[in-house]
């Protein structure tokens, strides 16, 4: 097998073993946020549902679906095993009701990563902080946020105006080294 292949299998496997990790904690979380708070076991079933963020990865198309939307890849596996190779993990449990229904009738998912519909890797240099990523929009967006007589989000009051910037030269000086900052470590 390829380097590059068995190098993209193991980041997703360990993105989606972080994932489940993550969906775990947050619906053990939630649950005991919303048990403690209401005593109706009915309406507590309803906020655990409602809770709950889209976290089930489906193995097929690499999208996040709420629980709901997916159903164990094992069903597909022993129904139709010739469309094992669109699912590209085989430890991913999850996959989503428009893959499956494509899956079940022999086609290709429309939404397939086989069907080249991937989303490009993030490159490492991109982690970028709020101040690093407006330095380096090339437009500059002007807003009129107020905050209202009740509630604590703000609104946007008027229009939105994108102004174009200039950001080659932005990018040409930075990252500065830090004996050109001209600032002194404390």
């Not at 709950?52 to 709901?68: A, G, H, I, T």
């Not at 996959?95 to 490492?124: Q, T």
């Amino acid at each position: 097998m390829n380097q590059s292949v068995v190098d993209r299998k193991q980041r997703l496997l360990k993105r989606h073993e972080h994932r489940k990790r993550k969906t775990t904690e947050k619906s053990n979380e939630c649950e005991q946020r919303v048990s403690a708070s209401i005593a109706n076991p009915e309406i507590r079933k309803f906020h655990i549902a409602v809770a709950e963020w889209p976290f089930y990865n489906c193995s097929c198309c690499d999208q996040l679906w709420y629980k709901r939307s997916v159903l164990r890849a094992k069903k597909l596996r022993f129904s139709n095993p010739n469309m094992l190779k669109y699912l590209r993990v085989d430890s991913v449990e999850w996959i989503c009701w428009s893959c499956y229904e494509h899956l079940r009738k022999n086609k290709v998912p429309l939404c397939a990563v086989d069907n080249g519909m991937s989303f490009p890797v993030k490159p490492d240099f991109f982690d970028l902080n709020e101040l690093e990523c407006r330095l380096l929009a090339p437009r500059l967006a002007f807003q009129k946020l107020i905050e209202p007589s009740r509630g604590k989000q703000l609104k946007i009051r008027g229009n939105i105006v994108n102004v174009p910037a200039d950001v080659n030269t932005t990018i040409s000086i930075l990252p500065r080294l830090p004996n050109q900052s001209r600032t002194i470590k404390v």
